[in-house]
Every structure is written in structure tokens, then in C-alpha cells.
């Protein structure tokens, strides 16, 4: 069975500070994993994923993760936080059972 | 192309109540999926339908059931609402739901049971 853990619920960060948000998997098989960003009031919208190649991977908004295998981790890094970043961030695994298993979610603020 | 619909957005209802949410997906998207997020629970899964067919179900009593339609719409039911059942209820869509691909999340549907 595939799980996903998220070190910190919450993070807060000063705009223009680095963010780094924590993601470890469990898996059998290699994974499939992805980051989900949620605004307030709104659905999941995917700001990357990796599936097989290159394991540091660019997503939107200028949030890149790397995969390593070694430590089962997928964190998340964006270099200069912006105020608009303020959200709920989810870390994901996919399965062979045809669902995604969320991790508890990390909400983040930026202070100005 | 359009995003992933649902309806309707907000819904309060009563204790002992049923309740049925519509999913549309993307255009030519043949895989629907359904989670409940809670505060207290996070994001759940519930069920995924694929050309009519459930392929998975995840740990929820009887009372939540689903259906897909032959244009891929998908509507989820609760029965005998409880006060617990109080959720946001997601749909997501991709392709053929296999473990790769991308799932693309609609806005939600807020109940509130009271």
C-alpha cells in the first residue's frame, strides 16, 4: 500500500525567504507522486508531479521538487515565496488501485 | 477545454436527508474519481468510476454510493445524512485513472449537515 507523509502543518515564511515543504512516501512499487496546491474556497490544482526520468521537477509558479529514492522524500522548494503562495500545499501518491493517497496537507503564510 | 464542473456548490441539509452531487469532467476524461476533505480527516477517497464501472471504493459505510454515466458524468449519493457527513466532496477526472496520469480536481461541493 502506498502512504504519504507531511512533515508540518503548518510553515510560515517572510516573502522573498525560501520555502521547503516536507514530503515522505511509502510505496511497493516505484511511485508515482505529485504536489496539489488549494486556495481558499477552491478544488486542488497539480503544481507537479513525477512519474519516471529526471528527478528534479519543475512545476508551476516557479515550485520545483526533487525525487530521491534513497531517503523516499519529494520535497517541495520554491526559492522566493510570494504572497500569492499562501495556500494549502498536498503531497500525493499514486496507486495501481486507480486513487490518489493525500498526505494531511501543509498550510503555508507569508508574511509580508 | 473546460475544467471539471460540479453542482452545486454549497448545500446545507438536515440530519436523516439524502443528498446527490453531479460531476462533470473534462471533455473526453472517461475516469472519475470522488474525495471527502475534512478538517479532521483530510482528503478521503471514496470511489472511482470508469466507463460505467466502479473499480474502486474506499472505506465508507453504504450509505455514499455513486454512478457513472455513458457520457462520463458522475453523480455520488448520501443517504441518511449525518452530522459527520458535513465535508467539502471533490470530483477529480483524467483520462483512464491509471496511477500516473494527472487528476484534474472541479471546485466542490461544500455540505453542510445540520
Known amino acids: 500500500a502506498q502512504s504519504v507523509t507531511q512533515l508540518g502543518s503548518h510553515v510560515s515564511v517572510s516573502e522573498g525567504a525560501l520555502v521547503l515543504l516536507r514530503c515522505n512516501y511509502s510505496?511497493?512499487?516505484?511511485?508515482?507522486l505529485f504536489w496539489y496546491v488549494q486556495y481558499p474556497n477552491q478544488g486542488l490544482q497539480l503544481l507537479l508531479k513525477?512519474?519516471?526520468?529526471?528527478?528534479l521537477v519543475k512545476g508551476i509558479n516557479g515550485f520545483e521538487a526533487e525525487f530521491k529514492k534513497s531517503e523516499t522524500s519529494f520535497h517541495l522548494t520554491k526559492p522566493s515565496a510570494h504572497m500569492s503562495d499562501a495556500a494549502e500545499y498536498f503531497c500525493?501518491?499514486?496507486?495501481?488501485?486507480?486513487?490518489?493517497?493525500f498526505g494531511a496537507g501543509t498550510t503555508v503564510t507569508v508574511r509580508a | 477545454k473546460a475544467g471539471v464542473t460540479q453542482t452545486p456548490r454549497y448545500l446545507i441539509k438536515t440530519r436523516g436527508q439524502q443528498v446527490t452531487l453531479s460531476c462533470s469532467p473534462i471533455s473526453g476524461h472517461r475516469s472519475v474519481s470522488w474525495y471527502q476533505q475534512t478538517p479532521g480527516q483530510g482528503l478521503q477517497f471514496l470511489f472511482e468510476?470508469?466507463?460505467?464501472?466502479?473499480?474502486n471504493k474506499g472505506n465508507f459505510p453504504g450509505r455514499f454510493s455513486g454512478r457513472q454515466f455513458s457520457n462520463s458524468r458522475s453523480e455520488m449519493n448520501v443517504s441518511t445524512l449525518e452530522l459527520g457527513d458535513s465535508a467539502l466532496y471533490l470530483c477529480?477526472?483524467?483520462?483512464?485513472?491509471?496511477?500516473?496520469?494527472?487528476?484534474?480536481f472541479g471546485p466542490g461541493t461544500r455540505l453542510l449537515v445540520l
Open positions: 513525477y512519474t519516471t526520468g529526471a528527478t
Open positions: 477529480a477526472s483524467s483520462s483512464a485513472g491509471t496511477s500516473r496520469e494527472t487528476q484534474y
Open positions: 468510476y470508469f466507463s460505467e464501472t466502479q473499480r
Open positions: 510505496s511497493s512499487v516505484p511511485p508515482y
Open positions: 500525493a501518491v499514486g496507486s495501481n488501485d486507480y486513487k490518489l493517497s
